[in-house]
């Protein structure tokens, strides 16, 4: 998986509680993305970043946060999970987000997250 | 808003014949567009990137079109095999309707190929 680790790879809490996630990449890649994927909606961005302490929001990014305090590790944090943040969630790395032969993403195992 | 379809129906087909799988989109202007393949329980791997005035594009026993007229892309697997079975996902990369640039992922399509 392209020097991409994610942890926890499976987590089951509770509605309410706080939820950090974790992506450690050893490839030196720019770019990092927190993706969230649900059967019918295929990969959702949440959330970017294009270089330490630098981030955007994605498509569906309410209700989480991320911080980036080095290259290699991205955070997702929901602050308060509720049970619709039930999902697989991918992290990913990339060169580049221009229209070069570099934009290709890679990305991590995935972290199945269950919200009671 | 932007939209990408993809045939959310399994595509079942024999060993040996030539898979195509179909990526539709509207709202959209991509710069490129990207395939990527994903094994149940794994993250989705790249397979090939198309620029918008790139009519096809080849690798080995994959070929993927982008008609940007008709905003269609077509990925085809030929002489396909038992492991191809996938999802293959479709993505389209550039700048957003909100100003960001970012690649924006279809649904996928399942191809189940049959020994």
């Known amino acids: 998986d392209a020097g991409i680790t994610q942890s926890p790879r499976h987590k089951v809490t509770e509605t309410g509680t706080p939820v950090t996630l974790r992506c450690h990449q050893t490839e030196n890649h720019r770019y990092m993305y927190w993706y969230r994927q649900d059967p019918g909606h295929g990969l959702r961005l949440i959330h970017y970043?294009?270089?330490?302490?630098?981030?955007d929001k994605g498509e569906v990014s309410d209700g989480y946060s991320v911080s980036r305090s080095k290259t290699e590790d991205f955070l997702l944090t929901l602050e308060s999970a509720t049970s619709s943040q039930t999902s697989v969630y991918f992290c990913?790395?990339?060169?580049?987000?221009?229209?070069?032969?570099?934009?290709?993403?890679?990305f991590g195992p995935g972290t199945r997250l269950t919200v009671l | 808003s932007q939209k990408i379809e993809q045939n959310s129906e399994a595509l079942n087909i024999q060993e040996g014949k030539t898979a195509t799988l179909t990526c539709n989109y509207t709202?959209?202007?991509?710069?490129?567009l990207q395939w990527y393949r994903q094994d149940p329980g794994r993250g989705p791997v790249f397979l090939l990137l198309?620029?918008?005035?790139?009519k096809e594009k080849r690798k080995e026993r994959l070929k993927v079109t982008f008609d940007t007229t008709l905003k269609q892309s077509l990925f085809h697997i030929t002489a396909s095999q038992p492991a191809d079975s996938a999802t293959y996902l479709c993505a389209l990369g550039g700048v957003m309707d909100t100003g960001r640039r970012a690649l924006t992922f279809g649904s996928g399509t399942r191809l189940q190929v049959q020994p």
């Open positions: 990913a790395i990339s060169e580049s987000l221009a229209s070069g032969d570099n934009n290709e993403q890679f």
């Open positions: 198309i620029r918008e005035n790139e």
């Open positions: 970043s294009y270089g330490v302490k630098d981030t």
């Open positions: 709202n959209y202007s991509p710069a490129y």
